[in-house]
């Protein structure tokens, strides 16, 4: 793309140097109002007519009316000083860049028929006037020829190379669909084996507890206690019977976002633990994939309930952050920290941050803890924010 680009600049500019060289040229050996007006009056022309305005060359009025001028100063600068000959070039250049298959030669031979007709005789006779008109016709045929050829193949290779471009961004765009495609494979594949050890396993035992507690009935202040327990049983028991059959969590079921889901999360979690919770939202918030809103939310979960169970902390914030190609949940607390190493299991019941780690990497993702004794908790899960496939 650089040497095209060069190639272009080069033939934007020649016919400028064309004139102006011989114009500098000529006034250095003597000083000429003509010359100088002139010259200037066909470098602005060629930049209103070509340059500034590419679209009007396309018009074939204009494309004649160009030429004209164009081949008229040309034979009145070479009238006065035969050292703009050279600037014919521009106009054979021309000729072959504006002009249509035989019309370019046409124009070759009328260019150089005004330069010979333009040019001092010098003595010359008509038979040596003819042979300079034939030869150079011939010459500026031949050299247009190859500048038209190699102008021809300039542009091919710009359209190969655009067309790789385009090849290119498509197969990325493949690529990007393929690693999707295997994530929710994989995903798939894990989901179904933990569908089988959620149902023999908590879904059971969970079952079990719930019919225990109702066989207990009402015991004597105690009520309120036990109807919560209740409900938290019967809320698990249903969360355990929808990751079975691989269904969202019920709060991005009833939610209109999953930034309202997480607020919700937060909100009931404020009222069974007394610990304020806050949720903020930064990014231009929008659908994910159900795996991705999902794996965040049970992070949320996870991690605000070993804040319940280890942290003692009087607050805790909840940022979910939406970037170009991420998404971001922090959950931080002011509790009492602890001590741990990357890879240390920690003391957690069901997944803890193993099972919050293992989660985020099956999507590819990153999690990160920090904490430290006495300086609260930080857990951080990042995950490509793929987006929700469009609906038909």
Known sequence: MVTFRRWDRVLAALPYLLVLLPALFSLLRE??????????????????????????IARRWVVIVH?????????????????FTVTGVGAFLQCFALLPGLWAYAGVAVTVGLLVAARPADGRTPVEL????????????????????????????????????????????LQSQLLTQAREAGVLGERQRMAREIHDTIAQGLTAILTQLEALGDVPGA?????????????????????????????????TGFAAALSEVAERWSRVS??????????DARPLHAEVESTLLRV???????????????????????????????????????VHEPGEPGESSGFG??????????LAGSFAVETAPGQGTGISATVPAIPAPARS
Not at 148 to 158: F, M, S
Not at 159 to 173: G, I, K, M, P, V
Not at 223 to 237: N, P
Not at 238 to 253: G, I, N, Y
């Open 31 to 56: 000083w000429r109002v003509e010359v100088l007006a002139l010259a200037l009056f066909s470098v602005a022309w060629h930049w209103v007519v070509v340059t500034a305005h590419p679209g009007w």
């Open 67 to 83: 030429f004209v001028v164009l081949l008229a100063t040309v034979a009145a600068l070479v009238r006065i000083d035969t050292v």
């Open 130 to 173: 003819l042979a300079s008109f034939v030869v150079g016709v011939l010459i500026s045929s031949m050299a247009g020829l190859v500048f038209q050829t190699v102008a021809e193949q300039n542009e091919r290779l710009k359209q190969t190379t655009a067309r790789l471009a385009a090849l290119a961004e498509e197969n990325a765009n």
């Open 223 to 255: 009520g309120e206690r036990l109807d919560t327990v209740r409900g938290l049983a019967r809320e698990s028991l249903a969360e355990a019977r929808r990751s079975v059959h691989a269904l969202r969590p019920v709060p991005l079921e009833e939610s």
């Open 274 to 283: 007394g610990v304020p919770a806050a949720v903020s939202v930064t990014g």
């Open 300 to 338: 949320a979960q996870e991690a605000l309930a070993n804040v319940a169970k280890h942290a003692s902390a009087a607050r805790v914030v909840l940022t979910l952050s939406y970037m170009d190609d991420v998404v971001a949940l922090d959950v931080r607390d002011d509790g009492t920290g602890f």
């Open 353 to 362: 941050l193993i099972g919050m780690r293992q989660r985020v990497i099956r």
